[in-house]
């Protein structure tokens, strides 16, 4: 298998993992949004760590965006990886309909604005929970001061758990156009989906571009 195809699999299981993980741990219904944050969180984690040193452990196009805005990855390589990170997550979300009780009521355990939350509100959630973790993402992983050696992907895990302890009972706290995307596909659950490319996508490039003009220190 070459380089690209190796890579390509590694960003398709990284994100079913993540979805599927995430997925049923809202299906179970006995979770609490601690345990469904810890769920992603530790799942994220685990998939980097292991990995990081095949893909560098996007498993989000918000995160490829950032590398791509930023002129770490071309454009042809940024479309294999959204693409294995879009398939990863439509073939959680069927593993989730065919194989977890409860999955279909909580539509696989996708993301929706809650009550009274309306788009733009969605999207400015979603910017600032987005830039949260790409920022981290380029801090630990990216810049060659960072923690990433020594902590692998747990700081990363660690922003999606705070990430969704904060915003999952307001949007969802998805971060991640993939995550969100199977699970609303395969429950045909797309009403303000949209929110769900527009804030990820906008809060990652931001962050990215921050930290790299800004912050990183250039050779």
Same mark, same amino acid.
């Given at each position: 298998?070459?380089?690209?195809?190796?890579?390509?699999?590694?960003?398709? !299981?990284?994100?079913?993992?993540?979805?599927?993980? %995430? &997925?049923?741990?809202? =299906?179970? @219904?006995?979770?609490?949004?601690? +345990? $469904?944050?810890?769920?992603?969180?530790?799942?994220?984690?685990?998939?980097?760590?292991?990995?990081?040193?095949?893909?560098?452990?996007?498993?989000?196009?918000?995160?490829?965006?950032?590398?791509?805005?930023?002129?770490?990855?071309?454009?042809?390589?940024?479309?294999?990886?959204?693409?294995?990170?879009?398939?990863?997550?439509?073939?959680?979300?069927?593993?989730?309909?065919?194989? !977890?009780?409860?999955?279909?009521?909580?539509?696989? %355990? &996708?993301?929706?604005? =809650?009550? @009274?939350?309306?788009?733009?509100? +969605? $999207?400015?959630?979603?910017?600032?929970?987005?830039?949260?973790?790409?920022?981290?993402?380029?801090?630990?992983?990216?810049?060659?001061?960072?923690?990433?050696?020594?902590?692998?992907?747990?700081?990363?895990?660690?922003?999606?758990?705070?990430?969704?302890?904060?915003?999952?009972?307001?949007?969802?706290?998805?971060?991640?156009?993939?995550?969100?995307?199977?699970?609303?596909?395969?429950?045909?659950?797309?009403?303000?989906?949209?929110?769900?490319?527009?804030?990820?996508?906008? @809060?990652?490039?931001?962050?990215?571009?921050?930290?790299?003009?800004?912050?990183?220190?250039?050779?």
């Amino acid at each position: 298998m070459d380089n690209a195809m190796q890579k390509g699999l590694a960003e398709a !299981v990284g994100t079913f993992a993540l979805t599927f993980i %995430g &997925g049923a741990a809202i =299906a179970n @219904g006995q979770a609490g949004l601690i +345990g $469904v944050a810890l769920a992603h969180g530790l799942a994220l984690s685990v998939m980097i760590s292991g990995l990081g040193h095949i893909s560098g452990g996007h498993f989000n196009p918000a995160v490829t965006t950032g590398f791509l805005v930023t002129g770490r990855m071309s454009p042809r390589e940024g479309a294999l990886y959204v693409g294995s990170q879009l398939a990863g997550a439509v073939v959680a979300a069927l593993v989730l309909l065919a194989l !977890v009780p409860g999955a279909r009521e909580v539509q696989l %355990g &996708g993301q929706s604005l =809650a009550a @009274g939350v309306g788009f733009g509100a +969605g $999207v400015g959630i979603e910017i600032v929970l987005t830039f949260l973790l790409v920022f981290t993402v380029f801090a630990t992983a990216v810049d060659e001061r960072g923690a990433f050696k020594a902590i692998a992907g747990f700081g990363i895990g660690l922003v999606v758990a705070f990430d969704i302890l904060a915003g999952g009972p307001v949007t969802g706290a998805s971060m991640n156009p993939a995550r969100s995307f199977g699970p609303a596909l395969i429950s045909g659950s797309l009403s303000g989906h949209l929110v769900y490319w527009i804030g990820p996508l906008v @809060g990652g490039a931001l962050a990215a571009l921050l930290y790299d003009r800004v912050l990183m220190k250039k050779k």
